[in-house]
């Protein structure tokens, strides 16, 4: 049974941090690709942040310098630093996996082509 289990989740007030994790399990880690969602209420799903098959990060534009996603792959974990919370960043996370089809696996921003996702972790920050 495969499982994306988020935690860390939390209120804040704004400049405030929280780090993210997300456990994986069920699955060959190594041969999937990572990213980090978030939606608020009315919004549609974006992706904040994504780690590729070799370990490359890439960010949405509105979270670059403040946020910084790692991987742990022997304890099949993925996490997000988040710094410098915004009222803005106000939603619920998700992480997601991809399947690797080949050699390079780039984490894409399309929701839809995720394999597997965690149930969320909600992160609010207060002004």
């Known amino acids: 049974q495969v499982q994306l289990v988020e935690s860390g989740g939390g209120s804040v007030q704004a400049g405030g941090s929280l780090r993210l994790s997300c456990v994986v399990s069920?699955?060959?880690?190594?041969?999937?690709?990572m990213g980090w969602f978030r939606q608020a209420p009315g919004k549609e799903r974006e992706r904040v942040a994504g780690?590729?098959?070799?370990?490359?990060?890439t960010y949405t534009d509105s979270v670059k310098g403040r946020f910084t996603i790692s991987e742990d792959i022997a304890k099949n974990t993925l996490y997000l630093q988040m710094s410098s919370l915004k009222p803005e960043d106000t939603a619920m996370y998700y992480c997601?996996?991809?399947?690797?089809?080949?050699?390079?696996?780039?984490?894409?921003?399309?929701?839809?082509?995720?394999?597997?996702w965690g149930q969320g972790t909600q992160v609010t920050v207060s002004s």
């Open positions: 997601a996996a991809k399947r690797r089809l080949g050699g390079y696996c780039y984490p894409p921003p399309a929701p839809e082509v995720y394999n597997y």
């Open positions: 069920g699955l060959p880690y190594f041969d999937y690709c």
């Open positions: 780690i590729d098959s070799v370990g490359a990060e």
